[in-house]
């Protein structure tokens, strides 16, 4: 245990240290750093003076090390385009990111799971056609009726969508083999695309939720302020959660579901069955617990990714986190800012990396006979 | 996927001489082909647009590009209403009065060309480095996976951002708007070469197990003509599956960068600038600018994604009843 944590350690620090020349070599060799703080009439002398203060003529290996001392302390220089300390300027952005990315999370993990289970336990058998032709019909017609009673398109498509939500509990495999499709074709829509259509249907149309920003927030502690307890700051978070939680759920979702699958064929299942154990103690005492060693595994790993998709999601609805900073960063080539951001979404990674590898280890007893290798 | 010269070779010989299209028609893939109708569509549709693409600048009603041929009064027309100057447009037109229809088509046509190109690019690395590694073994093998492992584990938006930002730097400013079409076909190339070198590599080192390989080298064929002239074609199914999902996925991710504002230039849009520039204008009510961009980039990004699905179906043996 003790060599699988060691040794893992080590792997991630390896990792750690080959992002760090990534970013040192883009700081360094990218743009020269002496322009970007000084004006273009600054003398040859001074700009020899402050090349001399950066430890720009030292040798390469140095001025690595140096960097890396300064990244472990946090200090990435000032940003080219907002000439403030970089490090102050993450830190200033990362409350809004976290709180969405921990909102998606959360989202994606609770209806993939929900919907997964569901569509593995009612969706074994394709939906006989008397069944599809009932459940069409139902979200059809009254969205038609709708139509032609002149209430207009959204009208029409809420109540479908109603209806089919409903079809959860009358016509089960109908809707698991829905979802399923539905699904698909979610996965192929680019999030941008899905967060402008979320904006014009409940922003735009329906003038329901806010489409950029984050609201009112109130400072709890030490410049982290929250959306989470003023009412305009929670009603902002909804479009954006849904929008990154989309393409996780339907990971999660699909994930769940063919674990699910494949437990409810075990043997140890029949065996429940056979001892007359009702349905729902199996599924969820017996085969759910099972299926969630690799959930958790992906979840984790999903984590770090919504925090690098949020730059997608914080772009489409203004949001004022890290990932929209990003973006304007790479537009300005501000590299302090790029280098920084890398070398902080490789430590968010590394570290999830880490911890779910430990937990793996540790919730799953089949792994523990001796050292696997891991893998970063 | 036919292994070294099969036995029952001489027997084909044997049997009345058919057509190459005969031959294609009855072959295994062209028959779940025509057997699957989600394949059939989607291609079709693939093609359609990839066609329309190709001769935009004969099929497209309007030149965009060609500030002559503009009418500023005709700005905002709705889809199928007569404009001010009488004209009639099919999809409508944007605020400069330009012809939807035709900016949707030479638009596809960069996020298509972009798209391929980075596509190629990313093959011709990723099998090249697969097959290396694969081959090879060894230290190289280990370096090689071990940097894949790694980017996999990032998101490829992120990587494709990233190599942009390092460019835009690096490019001096006045070629920068020349040189970004194909800093951001080099950008969404290197953020998806991994997924072709993990796979390559496996395949290759299965194949590298195989007689036919013993006996090239037994007969003294160099390493690098074993590994390209007969490991490789028998790698190629795999191979072109990651190629059409990818060339999905490079369509995304150039439509992302371009809407993030760090893509194209806007002297030559891609649906991904013509993305951004409609959202502009949906709280106005002019749904239309931003409708049919986002509906061409769907359906063509969701087109070529069932055609690789089906693809990775049709050439699993596994799968095959």
Known sequence: MLAFILRRLLQSLIVMLAVAFIAFLMFRFVGDPVEGMMGVDARLADREALRDRLGLND?????????????ARGEFGISYRLQQPV???????LPATIELAVVSASLALIVGVTLGVFTAIHGRLPPSSR?????????????LALWFLGRGLLWSFGAAALIFVSTAFWAKSFFSQAVMAV??????????????????????ELKLLPSFGRGQTVELWKGW????????????????????????MTLIMRLVRAEMQEVLRSDYIRFARARGLPESTINFRHALKNTMVPVITITGLQLGSIIAFAIITETVFNWPGVGSLFVNSVQAVDVPVMAAYLLFVALVFVVINLIVDLLYYLVDPRLRVDGRSGRA | MTEAPPPEAPVEA????????????????????RHNPVAVVSSLVALTLILA???APWIAPHDPFNPATLQLMDGFTPPGEAAMSGTVYRFGTDDQGRDLLSTILYGSRVSLFVGFAATLFSMTLGVSLGLFAGYRGGLADTIIMRVADVQLSFPAILIALLIFGVAQGVIPPNKQESMAIWVLILAIGLANWAQFARTVRGAAMVERQKDYVSAARIMGVPGPAIAFKHVLPNVLGPVLVIATISLAL??????TLSYLGVGVPPTQPSLGTLIRIGQRFLFSGEWWILFFPALMLILLALSVNLLGDWLRDALNPKLRQ
Do not use: C, H
């Open chain 1, 225 to 248: 302020s929250t959306g989470f307890l003023t009412k305009s700051g929670l009603l902002s978070l909804i479009l954006p959660a849904v929008t990154l939680s989309l393409f996780q």
């Open chain 2, 53 to 55: 693409a190709v001769f």
């Open chain 2, 250 to 255: 490079a369509i995304i991710e150039e439509a």
């Open chain 1, 183 to 204: 699904s698909l074709v979610g996965v192929s829509l680019p999030t941008f695309l899905i967060g402008i259509g979320l904006i014009f249907v409940f922003a735009v």
């Open chain 1, 87 to 93: 490090t102050q300027l993450i830190l200033s952005r």
């Open chain 2, 14 to 33: 044997a049997a009345p001489a058919r057509g190459f299209w005969a031959r294609f028609w009855d072959s295994d893939v062209f028959w779940s082909y």
């Open chain 1, 131 to 143: 069944e599809t032709l009932t459940a069409l019909a139902a979200i059809i017609l009254p969205a």
């Open chain 1, 59 to 71: 040798p390469f290996y140095m001025q690595f090390w140096t960097f890396v001392k300064n990244a």
